[in-house]
């Protein structure tokens, strides 16, 4: 086990994680997920929240295995490893507030950070504004980091914080279990299913729960983060976690190209839109929430899988955020971004300044 941990933290390692995700995320497509959404953090965790529910967007609900997957591999590689370590910080009403705005910016662009590499990946131009607005937003959080911004240090605590996540990725498990999909019905007694759109294009359970299981495992093994991938580019100029990163995005290229889901242009692309303000708009502010929070939303469910609280109420505050984004408009779909989704984004860029600005430690 040692020698796996020493192999996984080197840079080889990490780009041998980005090389697995960058080949089973254009084959989850290729069986049966969305177009350019092999997966997509953010998106998969709004269809949870319609499903159980938290909106009635009709065309994006469905229990998505892949980011039950997620932690729950981490958890397993956390304890192999004995890193499972229950901790909680400080700050929590403002993370959870991170992890709403972090949403509504992914759900205005229609992405997070992975899905905006595979949509590159896939040859969507659109894609090129939204890893542009992430890249800025992450520029504007390292220079908080730089001067002194801190949400406070994470103290240990019960195992049983560090249980509350997995406990609920569990129970979203058994939920799909005892209440599955009944032909032809939107709704069963418990939860909501989509019959078209994005949300009805799903793999198997079984496959899209094993992907999500080696990919959490392998992710919290390499500490892989799209987000911290930039920041550390930023902020150190090292390329350690960004080497991962471009791993993804040029295998999944050439699997794409080998699997003919490649197609390039702006226009018509799959459940992507061209406002390019807009795109660039939304992810900076999910990359400024990300930066603030400390990981992107992949990282936030591995950390979560080792029993960080303060990641758990991010991807709660994302689980919420999505109910939010379509109960009120602010969500984008092909024809644009939503009636209030621009005021929404304006929004969260002043509260996320705001967050930078006043929660920062003076440095002698």
Known sequence: MKKMKNIFAETWGIIGVGIFIGILAPLLQYWGNPPNMGICVACFERDIAGAIGLHRAAVVQYIRPEIIGFVLGSLIAAYLFREFKPRLGSATVVRFFLGVFAMIGALVFLGCPWRGALRLAGGDGNAILGLLGLIFGIWIGTLFLKNGYNLGRSQQTHHAAGWMLPL????????????????????????????????????????SLGVGLLIGFLAQRSRFCTMGAFRDLLLFRQIHLFSGFLALIITALVVNFILGQFKAGFAGQPVAHTMHVWNFAGMALSGLAYCLAGGCPGRQLFLAGEGDGDAAVFVLGMIVGAGISHNFGLASSPAGVGPYGISAVIIGLLVCLFIGFTMRKRIA
């Open 168 to 207: 609920l990725m569990i129970g979203l498990l058994i939920l799909m279990l005892i209440f599955p999909q009944i032909s032809g019905k939107e709704k069963n007694e418990i939860l909501f299913y989509s019959m078209k759109g994005p949300g009805s294009m799903h793999v198997a359970l079984l496959i």
